[in-house]
């Protein structure tokens, strides 16, 4: 028993709670318990986010065939496994983070499933999701390291690819196009949405704009009650299901079918997801500490093993993927209260929803323009997204080709779907699938284009007239690593605040020598110069009035020292000075 007792623990840490501070404007952080009442209105509030988002399980369902009986069972069982899930996540267990991180049907997930079920059937999306699922759990503790395989620049070209795929079906609904051309009825009630939805975003702030979502969709539906388009029919059909009902009631949960072209689809995007529910962990880890330096990776790890368990759930349920939602990190943020209660009362509220078939029915009657609306909407995010995780980066002409090529490839499989027309039938869900042709060419060109780039270098610097080359040499390791331009910024300033000190204490002797390294999650300069250690404490608060009004040069040199010490601490991460046989190292990391 102790055998499997300890193999269980490397595979999956026990929970050890974090040491954080308190951030003020937060009312309950992750390990503090709010009263039940404010558990279950709050709780209630990241619900009702998660049902707006139910939405994309729709598409799924009426893009892959199902009858509306199906689809109610297929849209339950989602809120099953979102409900199940978000409650494990919650939990101080090796398999939850402990974090208030809510589980909804995740977008980047749709197009691969959709095609998967179009060619093979939905038993086969759904055993292609259980490997998946099993695939991120065994990988949770060693999946942050990949990191350097699935880098920013691939998760964007992934984005902007899926904002692209969901424009078609989005336009399609949004303006009724049929034979018979445009339907003005249908682009009054998405525009209506669409509008409130961008209105709140853009000119509202807290609950409002949390809400746009859910307050556009209300919009909507009260233009489609006044036009016709929605109301006493599709009300009756609601009010004729039952007051509780099982979830899988008129839907039934395909025989897993494995089958080696349906996978490969859906086991890549399913890896790309959970490195992304990576940044979702550090974004509510952050909320819960002012005082936050590094990324808990222990913390991360088990939040990566509960996205692992909500697709594989997904997958023995016979429906959608699950993925991180944002939109309730938003919610945690601006309403103070990130408890880990919330998310298990928000967890158990889900689950009771989906034993209420009249919610799963009403979600499925929404009108198509108001879900054309919503996927408009979804399609500009991605695309702006995917954009902003690709300029983050620093680029060369290497990273260039790779996400010009993996978006032109990508962008042809969407406007020329007839070139891959004469694919053999096993390869049709890759080939034939912009979002997984374009993310896998964007992928092995990124791991081709790493041949012959040095994670680490150095440069020797002759004097304080050497910032220039400096300034070069950082920006040129910063392209070839693809690193967080705002990082390399604050990296090159720290390091010419400590080049300045150095030059202006004159404990040194040029020249310095600088070394820099490089991983996905910090980077890393050494300052190393023959002299005494440089001491960055700051010896006597920084005072304007002292800086402007005295005439002591000494005093003054001495303030203005004060000065860069106290900037490179606020500019690095992580400082550390030390000495050895006369030689000196100033140690800088800046995390990634």
């Given at each position: ?12 840490p026990?929970?050890?709670?974090t ?42 369902g ?24 978000t ?37 086969a ?91 556009g969709?209300a ?28 979830p ?17 689809p859906i ?70 209260v ?24 009403f ?19 991605m ?15 290497r ?8 978006i ?51 440069i ?9 080359k ?39 002797n ?6 820099v ?39 003054l040199?001495?303030?203005?020292s004060?000065?860069?010490g106290?900037l ?25």
């Amino acid at each position: 028993m102790a055998k499997w007792t300890k193999i269980l623990d490397v595979a999956f840490p026990p929970f050890v709670e974090t040491e954080r501070e308190k951030p003020k404007g937060m009312l309950f952080v992750a390990n503090e318990a709010p009263g039940l009442p404010t558990a279950l209105a709050v709780g209630g509030q990241h619900a009702v986010v998660l049902l707006m988002l139910v939405l994309y399980t729709v598409i799924v369902g009426q893009e892959i065939g199902l009858t509306q009986s199906e689809l109610r069972g297929f849209v339950s069982l989602c809120i099953v496994a979102a409900g199940i899930t978000t409650f494990i996540q919650s939990t101080p267990t090796r398999f939850g983070s402990g974090h208030l991180i809510v589980h909804n049907p995740s977008t980047i997930s749709m197009a691969g499933f959709i095609a998967v079920s179009a060619s093979y059937g939905i038993g086969a999306a759904t055993g292609a999701v259980i490997l998946s699922g099993v695939t991120v759990m065994l990988l949770s503790r060693f999946l942050p390291k990949l990191r350097s395989v699935f880098p920013a620049e691939v998760a964007g070209v992934l984005l902007v690819l899926l904002g692209l795929s969901l424009v078609e079906g989005g336009v399609r609904r949004f303006t009724g196009f049929s034979a018979a051309g445009l339907d003005m009825p249908s682009i009054m009630i998405a525009s209506t949405t669409l509008f409130v939805i961008i209105a709140l975003s853009v000119w509202t702030a807290g609950r409002p704009k949390l809400f746009a979502i859910v307050i556009g969709a209300a919009s909507g539906l009260v233009v489609a009650a006044i036009l016709g388009r929605f109301g006493q029919e599709q009300m009756q059909v609601v009010t004729q299901q039952p007051i509780f009902s099982l979830p899988f009631s008129g839907y039934d949960i395909p025989t897993p079918k494995l089958i080696f072209a349906a996978v490969i689809p859906i086991l890549l995007i399913e890896v790309i997801s959970a490195i992304d529910s990576i940044g979702t962990s550090v974004a509510i880890d952050k909320i819960n500490n002012s005082k936050w330096h590094r990324a808990d990776m222990p913390m991360i790890g088990r939040a990566v093993t509960c996205h692992g368990i909500g697709v594989l759930l997904a997958g023995l349920l016979g429906t959608f993927q699950l993925g991180t939602s944002s939109a309730n990190l938003g919610l945690a943020h601006a309403s103070g209260v990130a408890a880990r209660r919330v998310g298990m009362m928000a967890g158990a509220i889900l689950v009771v929803m989906a034993f209420l078939p009249q919610v799963s029915t009403f979600i499925t009657q929404i009108p198509q323009p108001v879900v054309g609306a919503i996927v408009v909407y979804t399609a500009g995010y991605m695309l702006v997204a995917g954009m902003e995780l690709v300029l983050s980066r620093m680029l060369n002409s290497r990273r260039t080709f790779m996400i010009g090529l993996g978006i032109t490839v990508g962008s042809v499989v969407l406007l020329m779907p007839e070139i891959t027309a004469g694919a053999p039938e096993g390869l049709q869900p890759i080939v034939g699938s912009a979002l997984t042709l374009g993310t896998v060419t964007a992928m092995v060109l990124n791991m081709v284009f790493r041949i012959g780039i040095a994670q680490s270098g150095s440069i020797p610097l002759t004097g304080i007239e050497s910032l220039t080359k400096l300034t070069d040499f950082l920006e040129e390791k910063g392209e070839d690593w693809g690193a967080r331009r705002q990082v390399m910024m604050r990296a090159g300033m720290a390091v010419g605040e400590a080049l300045e000190k150095l030059s202006g204490t004159g404990i040194t002797n040029w020249p310095i020598v600088l070394n820099v390294s490089y991983d996905e999650y910090k980077i890393t300069l050494d300052i190393d110069y023959e002299g005494e250690p440089i001491n960055l404490a700051v010896s006597k608060p920084i005072s304007l009035d002292d800086l402007l009004e005295d005439d002591d040069d000494d005093a003054l040199d001495e303030l203005v020292s004060n000065v860069s010490g106290m900037l490179i601490g606020q500019l690095a991460d992580k400082v550390e000075s030390s000495s050895d046989n006369g030689r000196a190292t100033l140690k800088l990391v800046f995390d990634h």
